[in-house]
């Protein structure tokens, strides 16, 4: 055994380390060699495919028109080694004032908060996503707990991490919450309702727009009677129509929603006025005071004389007839002020409108006696919503998307009496359709918070009038300071 150890041994030598070798002197050399290689086919990488070659992946097609001038975006330079080395996502090779030489946008909030960069949210060179495709993560790493930056004053639930039910799951929308928890005071929701506290002294949301409208009539499965006393049948559609554009429903308006069953007929003895326009106070007492004055005109004319009567030449007007009319026009205006705009009115503006007398004048409220406050209806009307073009504004919507759900299936209106009530869908009814493992029948729908929400606030929206197009598609090499627009 030991004979063979020894045996074994004999072949190998070792002072093999002290001799020496042909590849081994050749080692050093070869290295360089490899290296000078690798930096020729990169250099020829570069002069061939340009800037190509090394993206991780197109750019997307929107900036396709530029995408091998890598320079008009990427103005930073090192941004991935200061990454690395700071241990920061904090740096990008695009600054926020390249992106916006093309796009302008609002800031985020009025609040004063840190902003975060456009590349931050918008990721470029995935051409198989939009660009304002943005991951939730980008939303909850700072919506999951809002305290922590510092705003005195938060509008809004401040720890949100997911659109489903739980802990840290989406709150019920704010316009249907039984109170005012993580509802604001710069909360849109104040803009359009209030809360109120109802009989059994609980709290709801009410709509404090000053327009009068039972849809649980209007919608009665045996139908409503028109002026002809008719018996129609109405839908959702018949007043609420889809704007393709905005993918938000249009605005109701009288002339073409509400005047074929509502006309501005005064009963008698007001009935020879005809229909009255739909317009402000004091247009519409314009135009009844003219009809009064024209019927009390034609009124005292004397009749056509017959041929076989002597014909007698017109004389003046006496002033005291003039005067007398005036006042019989003041007597008769204001009956008609009651009639139309009066608490007799109830077939009339009344019908659809509040009303208030200020030095005896009727002005229009734009809002619920019953629901605002007392300093709203003390200040002009001019700046208020009757009808909210949006009730949701913090939130995006489009009803083109969701044409194939029924109407009832999100608004409950056919059971609404009062004019108060909030007819928006609850969360609950959202998540049948959008959520973590609901699927429909072809697709999943998704439930990203980009899907409802946007980053930029459109309330603070600053005015650009955009890149003109020469600059816009400039010369690749061109400076980047010449895209900026004038």
């Given at each position: 055994m030991d004979q063979k150890q020894r045996s074994i041994a004999e072949k190998y030598s070792l002072d093999y380390y002290r001799r020496t070798l042909p590849t081994r002197s050749w080692k050093s050399p070869w290295n360089y060699i490899a290296l000078l290689l690798a930096i020729v086919v990169i250099a020829g990488m570069y002069l061939i495919g340009r800037n190509t070659t090394f993206q991780a992946a197109p750019v997307a097609s929107v900036h396709s028109s530029f995408g091998t001038d890598c320079g008009s975006c990427h103005d930073q330079s090192w941004?991935?080694?200061?990454?690395l080395v700071q241990l920061s996502g904090?740096?990008?090779?695009?600054?926020?004032?390249?992106?916006?030489?093309?796009?302008?946008?609002?800031?985020?909030?009025?609040?004063?908060?840190?902003?975060?960069a456009c590349a931050a949210c918008h990721q470029e060179h995935r051409p198989d996503k939009r660009l304002v495709?943005?991951?939730?993560?980008?939303?909850?790493?700072?919506?999951?707990?809002?305290?922590?930056?510092?705003?005195?004053?938060?509008s809004f639930v401040p720890k949100i991490?997911?659109?489903?039910?739980?802990?840290?799951?989406?709150?019920?929308?704010?316009?249907?919450?039984?109170?005012?928890?993580?509802?604001?005071?710069?909360?849109?929701?104040?803009?359009?309702?209030?809360?109120?506290?109802?009989s059994d002294d609980a709290?709801?949301?009410?709509?404090?727009?000053?327009?009068?409208?039972n849809h649980q009539h209007h919608l009665d499965p045996a139908g409503v009677l028109n002026p002809a006393r008719e018996s129609i049948q109405l839908s959702c559609s018949d007043c609420h129509t889809l704007d393709p554009d905005s993918g938000y429903m249009r605005a109701i308006e009288y002339d073409e929603?509400?005047?074929?069953?509502?006309?501005l007929n005064a009963a008698a003895p007001l009935a020879a006025l005809g229909e009255l326009p739909h317009s402000s106070v004091e247009e519409v007492r314009g135009v009844v005071r003219e009809r009064l004055a024209r019927l009390m005109e034609q009124s005292a004319m004397p009749s056509a004389p017959s041929e076989s009567s002597t014909r007698l030449p017109r004389l003046p007007r006496p002033a005291r007839l003039a005067a007398d009319q005036e006042r019989e026009l003041a007597t008769q205006m204001e009956a008609a002020d009651?009639?139309?705009?009066g608490l007799e009115a109830k077939g009339m503006c009344r019908h659809c409108h509040y009303f208030v007398e200020r030095d005896n004048q009727w002005h229009v409220l734009a809002q619920n006696p019953a629901v605002a406050n007392q300093e709203i209806l003390a200040s002009s009307s001019a700046n208020l919503q009757m009808v909210p073009a949006r009730w949701m504004r913090h939130a995006t919507f489009n009803h083109k998307s969701h044409r194939a759900v029924e109407c009832v299936a999100c608004h409950q209106a056919i059971w609404s009496s009062e004019t108060a009530d909030i007819l928006m869908p609850s969360i609950s009814v959202c998540r049948n359709c959008h959520g973590e493992g609901v699927q429909t029948r072809s697709m999943r729908v998704g439930a990203d918070c980009v899907l409802c929400h946007r980053y930029h606030g459109e309330t603070h929206a600053i005015q650009f009038e955009g890149v003109p197009l020469e600059q816009l598609f400039s010369p690749a090499g061109a400076s980047s300071h010449s895209r900026v627009a004038q």
């Open positions: 941004a991935p080694a200061r990454r904090g740096h990008h090779s695009v600054s926020d004032s390249a992106c916006q030489e093309c796009h302008r946008a609002a800031p985020h909030t009025s609040v004063a908060l840190d902003e975060l495709d943005v991951s939730d993560g980008a939303c909850t790493s700072c919506h999951r707990d809002l305290t922590s930056t510092g705003v005195s004053q938060v991490d997911r659109f489903e039910t739980g802990a840290a799951g989406h709150p019920e929308f704010a316009l249907l919450r039984p109170n005012a928890d993580g509802v604001g005071p710069r909360h849109e929701a104040h803009a359009v309702a209030r809360l109120v506290k109802t709290a709801k949301w009410q709509d404090r727009g000053g327009l009068k409208f929603h509400c005047s074929r069953c509502h006309p009651h009639a139309v705009f």
